[in-house]
């Protein structure tokens, strides 16, 4: 069989589903490896900075990593902006979207909200509303998500900073999005982990 018997899925048979899910398994295992290209892709989006988007995902994840935080944050902190390429008036929520079936739930919100967030830095200057994160108060998981802009993102657009390869992250995506997704070990909802921690 090399492709299903149908034209309308509604005339498809048990063979055609069985014989299309054997694909799309195939093709979830990929799904790391097609971010890490997305990721090399970001590098010709958004110039202006004194760095490229890739150049940010790195530096931001280099920061999250030697804070000590877990992989969950470095994955989550590395795709944070991943979203700018096909979404750039909500590439948080895009990201987001990726990471939510792979990462603890404290991971994408603060990945989903980070735009909302990020505005305190610069807002003012662009006729946006610096205090936007306040429609978040309540959260949990505002202060994770304070902390995450403060020291991993707002600040990495340092082309002196010594960041960290593609290559040295790679493993830890390809761990990330090999978990069965939605698991509720992973999660974990409403826990908190520290973003900085000694190791
Ligand atoms: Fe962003
Ligand atoms: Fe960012």
């Known amino acids: 069989m090399d492709h299903v018997t149908f034209t309308q899925m509604k005339d498809g048979t048990k063979e055609d589903y069985d014989f299309l899910t054997t694909h799309e398994v195939a093709h979830t295992k990929g799904t790391a490896d097609r971010l890490l ?12 900075y004194k ?8 530096q931001s994840a280099s920061r999250a990593h030697r804070d000590g935080a877990d992989i969950d944050w470095v994955v989550s902190t590395l795709l944070h902006d991943i979203g ?15 990471l939510r079936p ?7 919100w603060c990945v989903m909200t980070h735009g909302d967030f990020q505005l305190i830095y610069y807002g003012h200057h662009v006729g946006a509303d610096p205090d ?3 429609r978040h108060t309540g959260s949990p998981y505002f202060d994770d998500c304070a902390q995450f802009c403060e020291r991993w993102d707002q600040s990495s657009f340092d082309p002196d900073y010594d960041t960290l390869p593609l290559d040295f992250f790679r493993p830890l995506v390809r761990e990330v999005f090999a978990r069965t997704p939605y698991d509720p070990d992973v999660i974990r909802t409403g826990a908190r982990e520290p973003l900085v921690r000694e190791r």
């Open 37 to 48: 290209d997305a990721l090399v892709a970001l590098d010709e989006g958004l110039s202006g």
């Open 51 to 58: 760095i490229t988007r890739l150049g940010h995902s790195l």
């Open 84 to 98: 700018d390429i096909y979404a750039p008036y909500n590439h948080d929520e895009y990201a987001a979207t990726i």
């Open 102 to 108: 792979f990462v603890r739930e404290q991971c994408s």
């Open 132 to 134: 936007k994160r306040d």
